[in-house]
């Protein structure tokens, strides 16, 4: 009798906790299929790569995708992104978190917000597979396979190595930098290269701070489409440059200011870049030397004639 008292009492408790396990069981664990709707430009193209286009129903003005603009974080449309009914909403993880109107309509409408971070190196190394565990489903292309081109493209390079100590700007005029705890200066050391200064964040310098930290190189890295022609003349900052002997590379690729997967196309650009960029200036050297030379010779050549027609002047 015991024994079927504590059969029942069990059953009964097990029924009664179904109803809510089945309440509370993450969104993303059903059978549904995502509709994600992404605030981040470097979430919207991670969402692409890993072949989830379709599911993505709302993006920023920012982001490369067909997909219905719902505005930014700044400005969100509510009434574009309730008509798109999502089911998942991708946030970059910021200070700030999500608007509270957003979030207010997110848990009437029983939209789950996930906040993926894309600050760091080793977020960018993760964002694939943050972005599908918060889908709660296998991707269509294996987040491993980015990973593994990321740490092709991180592997040691000796021009890198060869321009430090260097300082990464993205623009001159104010002059701004890439400090020592970005993702894109985390990758110039992973590379093997190091960086002239050790500021935080992305400070702006002046050009008497900037030289102070006595670099070998600056390297400016522009990704607008009205820069395009800008990364060929730095007119004040070349003149500087070449009065303190300091090297300077000016190149356009738009893909290393996305922490997503085109960083790393960004990242494959960037080192064939500096490697020619070595080359070249290795050979401008080697001109350079031999130039004085044979000037040398010429004139010891001339005074020898000189010399020797003095000689046989009456």
Not at 44 to 63: D, K
Not at 244 to 271: D, H, I, K, N, W
Not at 277 to 287: D, L, P, R
């Amino acid at each position: 009798m015991r024994q079927a008292m504590l059969v029942l009492l069990m059953a009964l408790a097990m029924a009664a906790c179904r109803p809510q396990d089945a309440a509370t069981a993450p969104a993303h664990l059903s059978d549904q299929p995502p509709r994600i709707a992404s605030f981040s430009p470097a979430l919207s193209a991670t969402v692409v790569a890993l072949g989830w286009e379709n599911s993505l129903v709302g993006r920023t003005p920012w982001c490369k995708s067909t997909a219905p603009i719902v505005g930014s974080l700044n400005d969100v449309d509510l009434e574009t992104l309730a008509r798109m009914k999502p089911n998942l909403i991708l946030i970059q993880q910021t200070r700030s978190g999500a608007p509270a109107q957003l979030e207010q309509v997110a848990r009437e409408k029983g939209w789950r917000i996930e906040f993926i971070p894309a600050t760091s190196l080793d977020d960018i190394r993760h964002l694939p597979t943050a972005v599908e565990q918060a889908v709660g489903k296998p991707a269509p292309i294996s987040p491993q396979l980015f990973a593994q081109a990321l740490e092709k493209e991180l592997t040691t390079c000796a021009a890198a190595q060869k321009l430090s100590p260097t300082i990464l700007l993205y623009n001159d005029e104010p002059i701004g930098a890439f400090g020592a705890d970005t993702y894109l200066a985390q990758a110039w050391n992973a590379m093997g290269g190091t960086l002239a200064f050790s500021k935080s964040g992305n400070p702006n310098l002046s050009m008497e701070e900037l030289f102070a930290t006595q670099p070998k190189s600056i390297i400016v890295i522009v990704g607008a489409v009205g820069d395009k022609a800008h990364a060929q003349s730095h007119d004040v900052l070349g003149d500087a440059c070449a009065k303190r002997g300091v090297s300077l590379l000016a190149l356009y690729a738009p893909q290393l200011l996305l922490p997503g997967p085109e960083f790393t196309t960004g990242l494959s650009l960037f080192r064939a870049e500096i490697q020619k960029f070595c080359v070249a200036q290795a050979q401008t050297q080697a001109q350079a030397i031999q130039a004085p030379a044979t000037t040398q010779v010429g004139a010891l050549e001339v005074t020898a004639d000189n010399i020797s027609q003095g000689a046989n002047k009456p």
